[in-house]
């Protein structure tokens, strides 16, 4: 507060506060392979509300439906049937989603560096295929990277965006990295679609000023960059103390979604997904199954599954926790 500028008082600019814009594109460029310019990213509350501002511009544009993912977010569905488009769905394979969608579809929605829920990277050629749909057509991709930062096998997967910032919208987000009440996401938009989105947005910055100045500052100072390796350990630790436990107690138990992120997916033996929940509960457990989240529409249905995320437990409670799990999957 002490060394922000007077006019960082007043309604500001829609886009968001210059500082963190100008942090932001300098850290996505560096940790995500984000190309992308401060002119050009766009501060919101929220992956939600960034998909919100987009809907409106798509139904600006008279686009007519969004292509999701097969499994995915209730929530995202639901922002964009509020602005009139329709969801279709992807279809998915044992490689995860196929991103190329049917003829006739504007725009698509994918969480290319680890599906949610499934747990899936988005492989190589399959970004090249998505990438050429939107160029041949004229069509859309917006990239939600909400936990791209914590890859833990591998060298970190680069945003899709690096490879087509004129057709890629690219969603970033605090929530995983710090805490979702701090309602602070990002958007880097293509230059043709940056002023659309600023007045869809509105003519004031509805992001709280401290948060961004405060974010800003976190980043150049270094020590973002260090707090999301220190928190990269802790859940690679939390992760790899889930898989031991399942060798030893569940060994029936396959685990996918390793390789990235704060959740993975845990098979079930078919028709006892809900009984796994219910005993769950029971427990104080809060885990979800894996049809929760299966598109209405998807023709593709997927074994009984348990998804757990591992990031939300204290250090104090994360070992009753993974006993009270293993206890119900043994």
Known sequence: MAAAPDDAFGYGDPRGRPELRAALADHLARARGVYTSPEHILICAGISHGLQILSKVLAGREARNVAVES???????????????????????????????PDGTDTVLL??????????TLQRDRRTAVVDWARRTGGLVLEDDYDGEFRFDHQSVGALQGLAPDCVVYLGTASQTLAPGLRLAWMALPPTLAEEAVAAKGQTDSSE?????AMAEFITSGAYSRHVRAARRRYRD???????????????????GTAAGLHTVLSLPLGTEQRVLQSATRQGLKVAGLSRYRHARSLHVMADALVVGYGGPSDAVWPQALSALMRILS
């Open 111 to 120: 969480t290319p560096a680890h599906q949610f829920p499934v747990g899936t």
């Open 71 to 101: 499994y995915g977010p209730d929530r995202h569905r639901g922002l964009l049937a509020a602005a009139g488009l329709e969801a279709l769905s992807l279809p998915l394979d044992t490689h995860g989603t196929y991103p190329v969608p």
């Open 238 to 256: 939390r992760r790899d103390s889930l898989v031991t436990a399942l060798a030893q107690h569940a060994p029936k138990v396959r685990v996918t």
């Open 209 to 213: 000023v401290l948060s961004q100045l």
